[in-house]
């Protein structure tokens, strides 16, 4: 990946891809053995990639402590994103206890997280959820807090809404929005992405590649491990997945004009789309690794950006992105 950064809001530059660490203990297993990961993100900061995607409720806990670890050495040449507001404990049938945006809770996460990640201050924190029973603006005066005292030096959100975003941003200055943003889920370009540019706020996508179906390398007849996320999300159904190869296909299709890879074409119009756009996708093999970063210097021409645009615009993807109980979660 030459020489290739990206300013989201607030002056925080980072890397235009970056690596999100969540597969690495969580959604995907079986979990590959903790010190290849150690060696995979270290391999990542060498290639040049500098913001790093962890989150409390990953493992739980175990991701943080995973990522401290492999970047304690390197601390000062990265930028370490986290997140907040999922209650820990009870782990009953809401997803991860239910969430917790309350003061008090934010004060008590960030100390655990700070510990977990070796480091003190948190680069960008993100609220995980909107919580629906704490105003916004309670939420973004805590942070703001956390920022005077040095334990944090930016302010994120996560699948929040248009007018969520202008709420917590009057009261303080929101860095980036993280939520799903794909060529299988263009949504965000209705109503957030234009927030985002009013407010100068930058826009990291997760699932980039549709976890991973946007590779090619997902059959629909595919089984996946007990236990593997995608066994309960919808749009991974064999019903929804040969319905949506229709995607991969139109990715193949420009892929192989330019001597690509479906992924880097998948990314490569993510990063077309705005020039702060960050997408982070995850990977716990060093060869996807170096194909997902190939794509920053893939630079799609604005023939084939249209090509992508229209023809993905026309298709209709089936099943919802996430199961019942995690779709309410989701602000509107």
């Known amino acids: ?32 053995d903790r010190r290849e990961m150690i060696a995979l993100i270290r391999g990542a900061v060498e290639r040049g990639v500098t913001l790093f995607d962890t989150a409390e409720i990953y493992g739980p806990l175990t ?3 995973l990522v401290g ?3 304690e050495p390197i601390r000062d040449q990265v930028v370490i994103a986290t997140k907040f507001g999922f209650a820990m404990e009870p782990l009953g049938s809401e997803p991860f206890g239910g969430l917790d945006s309350r003061p008090r809770h934010i004060r008590a996460t960030v100390e655990g997280s700070l510990r977990r990640l070796r480091t ?11 919580d629906p029973n704490v105003p916004i603006e309670d939420v973004a005066g805590t942070v703001k807090d956390l920022i005077r005292d040095g334990k944090v030096r930016h302010f994120g959100l996560s699948e929040a809404g248009a007018q969520t975003i202008r709420r917590a941003h009057a009261v303080l200055p929101v860095a980036a929005l993280q939520s799903e943003y ?44 007990d236990g593997d996320v995608r066994n309960v999300v919808p749009r991974f159904t064999a019903e929804a997945m040969t319905a949506n190869q229709a995607v991969v296909d139109l990715l193949t299709r420009v892929a192989g004009a330019r001597s690509a890879t479906p992924a880097q074409v998948a990314l490569a119009w993510l990063l077309a789309q705005k020039p702060w756009i960050v997408p982070i996708p995850g990977t716990r093999r060093l060869a996807r690794l170096d194909e997902n970063l190939a794509a920053a210097d893939l630079g799609l021409t604005e023939a084939e950006v249209a090509e992508l645009d229209d023809a993905s615009a026309r298709l209709e993807v089936q099943g919802d992105r996430y199961p019942e109980a995690m779709q309410r979660m989701i602000d509107r």
């Open 63 to 65: 991701n943080e402590e």
């Open 69 to 71: 670890e492999a970047l």
């Open 1 to 32: 990946m030459t020489n290739r950064t990206r300013i989201l809001g607030q002056g925080l530059e980072v890397s235009a891809i970056g690596l999100g660490c969540m597969g690495m203990t969580q959604s995907y297993p079986p979990f590959p």
């Open 120 to 130: 003190d201050r948190i680069d960008l924190y993100y609220q995980h959820r909107v």
């Open 182 to 225: 794909s060529l299988w889920w263009r949504e965000p370009e209705g109503e957030i992405m234009p927030t985002l540019e009013e407010l100068g706020i930058g826009f990291v996508p997760f699932s980039p590649l549709g976890k991973g179906f946007l590779t090619g390398t997902v059959r629909a007849d595919q089984q996946f491990a």
